[in-house]
């Protein structure tokens, strides 16, 4: 299985990077994913993406719709794209811990 | 991920073959054209045999030690189950007319990717263990031995077709290409050989009742959102139910359309148009899901899956199921639905209670599609549409696969559109209805990992496209499937940019003038509306 070294702990990801266990999630983790998407540091604004998204994720099981993302964190849809790069679903999801999503999406 | 090719990078396609025969050319795992291994959770989830952790490009798939065994017992048994494989197998005369048909072949070059040859994988083992000739004279006769090799091959050139039918279209014989990749797909599950963006959505479907593994707090929390939304654009709450025994009709969209843009836009338009009708309807949690990859696994898993939703109608009690904006649900519903699960006898043959319209042709199935339904009421005057609420959008039509070549239902949608929007064009004529180019990523395959196959696959149906955005400057592609909507906006972007993708409900959505609504000053995307005709 692939993974992502984090001080000197190997953590177990998906094809794609995505951790396997969200057990093995903590900030240090989130910053070192961060860096396999474009992001470079953790702002206040990434951590206010990243709450909601655990937090939705803890209640729902799953993602939660982008629209939702955008309608509970303030943020225009531009300004995620702002602080993720690579997209609130593959970047902002795989930083936050979460598993990627499959079907018709 | 892999990195994929600049746009004129992507079109120096060769389509000189190989040197190397078919059989001796081996297949090349190259990153971007083929899917992740099923995780093994799921296969044990439904299972499936031998789930394990696996890649593709491994040298070992750790296969079990009688996999030879298993395939050919396989293939032995479907042949005399499907007398249908047996006429598949024998019939083809490799007269080449489905060879520059498939949209793989012509975004790729790779003449695996000709069906005939697609085909060829699997008939030339056929031909070894299950024909006299082959048999006795072998590779003379076009028999092979079946090797790991050829299984790897297998795997590969199955997952890279999307089932879409565009070459039986044109076979002279009326071969059902893609009931052989079925075939071949089934016989790769019993040895463990599945992807991942198949195997979970069926696992999840089983489990939770769609795709996407939402939970019914999860399903309830999204429709809710969606609900304010449309309050906020029209000032009308909407009254939506779950679960309810004794509605009239169950309904049943995609779950994608829950999940992500522009699919909840349209979704949106559909339960705008249901409230305006005052349809007697219920959502719901156990079956949440109108796709069903269970026919991209096996006809077995297919059943299971589609079992669900009538299970779930007669639990409800309900008198006929409407069905969304799906696609690959029309294939099962139209074409095995009937005897995997039917006769429905237990449910009424649909009848709008509005219009009064009878749709017969579902007598069987008891389901209708949402466009059936609504073009039945734009016929009988029983909407009102304002059309130049979508005048910001040039709109042309993209004929989802399995609606147009399982089902046929071609006119229908378009008859809507015309009545929703003033700017409707359509794109060639070799490329629409029956014709249709597939959007590339059907059949399970719309994983990014796929992304350079997808984008080779669908260029065929963007360059159609790209067509009518310059002649008539068309800015809007409609479709009625939920893989299209998730697979045709980074198409759209990689080839033809300007173009965006909706559901025909979300046009209708825009276009609807509903009893008691606000001034409308935003469409269902939340952008400035295209008229001031309201005024």
Known sequence: MPFIEVNGKQIETDEDGFIVNLEDWNEEVALALAKTEQVEELTED????????????????????VRKVVKATGFSLKEIYDLFPTGPAKGACKIAGLPKPTGCV | MSKLPKPNEMLRINYMPPKTGWQETPVDFRPG???????????????????????????????????????????RERLDKFRSLRI??????????????????????????????????????????????????????????????VLKEWFYYFFQCTECRRCSVFCPYGLDTAEITMIARELLNLVGLNIDWVVTPVANCYMKGNHLGIQPHGLVDSFEMLCDDIYDITGIQLDISFNRKGAEVLYVPPSGDVFADPGTHGLMGQLMLLHETGLDYTLSTYNSEGGNFGLFTSHEMMKRLNAKIYAEAKRLGVKWILGGECGHMWRV???????????????????????????????STKMIHITEFTADLIKHNKIKLDPSRNDNYIVTF???????????????PRYILKNVCNNFYEMPEDTIREKTFCCGSGAGLGADENMEMRLRGGFPRANAVKYVHEKHGVNMLACICAIDRASLPPLMHYWVPGVSVCGVHELVGNALVMKGEKKRESTLRFEPIGTEEDE
């Open chain 1, 46 to 65: 990434h951590w206010k993406v990243i709450n909601y998204l655990k937090d939705y994720y803890k209640e729902f099981g799953i993602a939660p719709m």
């Open chain 2, 33 to 75: 054209t083929f899917l992740y291994s099923g995780r093994p959770e799921s296969l044990e989830t439904v299972g499936l045999p031998n789930p394990r952790q696996w890649s593709p490009e491994d040298e070992d798939w750790k296969l079990p030690e009688n996999w030879k065994e298993i395939i050919l017992e396989g293939l």
């Open chain 2, 88 to 149: 598949f197998m024998d019939t083809c005369v490799r007269c080449g007319a489905c060879a520059d048909k498939c949209h793989f072949y012509l975004g790729s070059g790779d003449p695996k990717n000709m069906p005939v040859l697609r085909a060829e994988l699997l008939r030339s083992v056929y031909r070894k263990d299950f024909t006299t000739a082959g048999k006795i004279f072998g590779k003379f006769a076009g028999a092979r031995e079946l090797t790991v090799d």
């Open chain 2, 333 to 363: 519903i139209h074409q095995y639905m009937d005897t995997m699960n039917g006769p429905a006898d237990f449910l009424e043959v649909p009848k709008s209670p509005i219009t009064g319209t009878v749709f017969e042709h579902a007598k």
């Open chain 2, 398 to 412: 993209h004929d989802s696969c399995n609606p147009s070549r399982a089902m046929g239902l071609l006119e229908e």
